[in-house]
């Protein structure tokens, strides 16, 4: 039995990695990491959602990370900018952590896959969404663990079109845009429409459905 453990938010991408998961493996688990996010009501919708697919779901505390870095992500009062270089909701080791202990988990649960949904395509320029980064990490946690995880990345190529129109060959495409949170102020849904993250999703949802669904 192929086994996979999901790092899964509660948004868009992280659903519609789920949703490919159950479609790819045998057996999967999602795992939820709180560290004092500011859209945290996306932990609501990471339960629901896994509570809807019937994926055993389990929530990690690492608010230790709050501690550790000041960002935008997980400082209310910070005004979001993503104007020029690295944007400021960038969480420094968020990725890197996260996977980590999703391996940790996938190991002692006895799966071999783990599956993340970042990408390199359509993102905010986070340094550890880029795929070297994911393989130089899949090759360290192997050699740490004395394990064969295999690292799995379905949306890193993918635009945020692509993403959408992905949800829809899985015939899902309105259970994510209602479900899901992906807005930095945490409004499920379609979000609030002015944040970065919500612009991002609405464009590549209109660019999607523009160029016409291929599921209805």
Known sequence: MEKAVVVFSGGQDSTTCLLWA??????????????????????????KIAEDLG?????????????????????????IDETGGVPNTFVEGRNHIFLSFAAIYAKRVGARH??????????????????DFIKSLNVTLNLAMDARFEFHTPLMWKT????????????????IRENTTTCYNGIIGDGCGDCPSCKLRKQGLDAYLTGGRVHV
């Open 22 to 47: 159950l479609e790819t493996f045998d057996h999967v688990e999602a795992v939820t990491f709180l560290y004092g996010q500011r859209n945290a009501s996306e932990l609501d919708s990471a339960k």
């Open 55 to 79: 994926v055993p779901h389990t929530v990690m505390d690492l608010n230790l990370l709050n501690q550790l870095t000041e960002n935008a992500m997980t400082r209310s009062d910070m005004e």
């Open 114 to 131: 783990v599956i993340t949904g970042v990408s390199e395509t359509d993102f905010s320029g986070y340094p550890d969404c880029r795929n």
């Open 160 to 175: 945020k079109a692509d993403v959408w129109e992905m949800a829809d060959k899985m015939g899902s495409l309105e259970y």
